[in-house]
């Protein structure tokens, strides 16, 4: 009789949503980074010396948003759309929220059917499931000292067998500068 050996790879995204750093990072975000296996940045990077930060530490994904220059265009697409864990993301920096998307991007949410939306631009932390869209919407606020949050924060999560779990909001305390 033979006897197999059989190996279960178990697949987990954990991941660290941020936005709107405008050229700012320090240690308590990056402290962040630890435990997570990809950092997603929603636009509005301002420096490129944020994302050589993270990429030093994390594989990266990002999107330019409106304050970038034409290095982080050159650099970053504008929106990007991909599949992780059995989830199709899109992430793009303005993109509203449930109830007030344009609809521009109404429109492509109705044809792109992703499963994760996720925006920056607000400073505004959401996280909101879209009934209509069915859609889990994301915006991690800013993490960033400019701009009219109050508070600092970002998103963190796990997609594993195509669920999302673990949702954490982090507050990284009050913006300084």
Known sequence: MSHYLCLQIVLMAKILLLSDTHSYMDDSI??????????????????????????AIKPLRAVWGNIDNHEARAEYKEELIFEIEGKKVWMIHI????????????????????????????????????????????????????????????LKFEIKDNHISNMQIVELGAKKK
Not at 30 to 55: P, R, T, Y
């Open 30 to 55: 990056l402290k962040q980074m630890e435990d997570c296996d990809e950092v997603w940045h929603a636009g509005d990077i301002g420096n490129l010396s944020v994302c050589d930060k993270i990429k």
């Open 95 to 154: 993109g509203g929220y449930p109830g007030r998307y344009t609809a521009k991007i109404k429109k492509k949410l109705q044809t792109l059917r992703p499963d994760i939306f996720i925006c920056g631009h607000s400073h505004i932390l959401k996280v909101i499931y879209d009934k209509e869209l069915q859609l889990l919407h994301l915006n991690p606020g800013s993490c960033g000292i400019y701009g009219i949050h109050q508070i600092r924060t970002l």
